[in-house]
């Protein structure tokens, strides 16, 4: 049985690149199920190998990929990847220097574990939007904590 996230495919699919690849390997290893912990722990590897700025595009990219290599580009959402990614950005540059990896982190951020968070911020219609799926859609129910900082789009985090 080949690994969830890299099913057998036929020869016209585009490959995983090396690097998300890797990553995947890493947060999926053996072909464990590729649920909302294993997008945190993505987005957590890519805040360590991009910085806070840069960390949002990738995961986005990411992402798609990975949904476009499944077939079902149509379950990507920008929004949630955006705010999940931000989510992780913000407690890596607020919290301590921990080089633990991300068990340790993942234990002293249990809430970033609760895929329920965002709907703190969202309501789930505006999560479910074609707008949401497609672009950044700002939280409609309460800001994220890193609002308070003039910022344009998501991603504007500086790294540490």
């Known amino acids: 049985m080949t690994p969830r996230h890299q099913p057998a495919r036929p020869a016209q699919a585009r490959p995983l690149p090396p690097e998300l690849a890797e ?7 053996g072909g464990t199920p590729f649920r909302h912990r294993q997008h945190i722990h993505l987005a957590w590897i890519a805040v360590q190998r991009y910085g806070a700025s840069r960390s949002p ?5 990411w992402i798609r990929h990975v949904a476009t290599y499944e ?19 913000h407690h890596v540059t607020t ?13 002293g951020n249990p809430g970033l ?6 709907s703190r ?4 219609r505006t999560l479910a939007s074609a707008a949401a799926r497609s672009g950044w859609v700002e939280p409609d129910l309460a800001a994220f904590p890193w609002a308070s ?6 991603g504007d985090q500086k790294a540490r």
């Open 149 to 154: 900082r003039a910022r344009g789009q998501p």
């Open 23 to 29: 990553a995947l390997a890493e947060v999926a290893p």
């Open 113 to 118: 574990l609760d895929k329920r968070l965002l």
């Open 71 to 89: 077939r079902a580009p149509q379950k990507y959402n920008a929004t949630m990847t955006l705010a999940w990614t931000e989510l992780v950005a």
């Open 95 to 107: 919290g301590p220097d921990d080089p633990a990896g991300f068990a340790a982190f993942a234990a």
């Open 57 to 61: 595009a990738v995961v986005a990219g």
């Open 121 to 124: 911020h969202y309501f789930a």
